[in-house]
């Protein structure tokens, strides 16, 4: 998969998912850092990556539809430390394959994934719980 990891994150989350062969660009890497949330998310659209971040922002569906995008991945972490980050990432990893990103809001705590798209647009959206182990 492609993934932008946003400024919030620290770099050993880039370094993780490229040892487990996905592609990976850092908004610090691209020149990004300091810009605009929609800023950043033009960048993930003109280069189809799915963006992972802290910031509870990105996870305003009325601001950021997540079928415009990649997929917005926004981690929700009681003490969001680097070693707290890479335990759920590394938890995180193994639905990237099980469960589509693009078009997607995940969001990420310690138990457990929301993700929400948007699906028939008579029903609105769905929602989808999955437990993480």
Known sequence: MRFKTDENLPPS???FLRTSGHDVMTVYEQGL???SDPQVLAACQSEGRA???LDLDFSNILVFP???YAGLIVLRLRRPGPTAVMTLLRRLASHFDA???AGRLWIVDEHRIRIRH???LDFGPEVL???IQ
Request: charged share 25%; glycine share 4%.
């Open 13 to 15: 989350v880039a370094d």
């Open 33 to 35: 850092r300091s810009c």
């Open 51 to 53: 963006l992972i971040s």
């Open 66 to 68: 997540p079928e415009h």
């Open 99 to 101: 469960v589509p990103v």
């Open 118 to 120: 948007v699906g028939d």
């Open 129 to 131: 719980e999955v437990p």
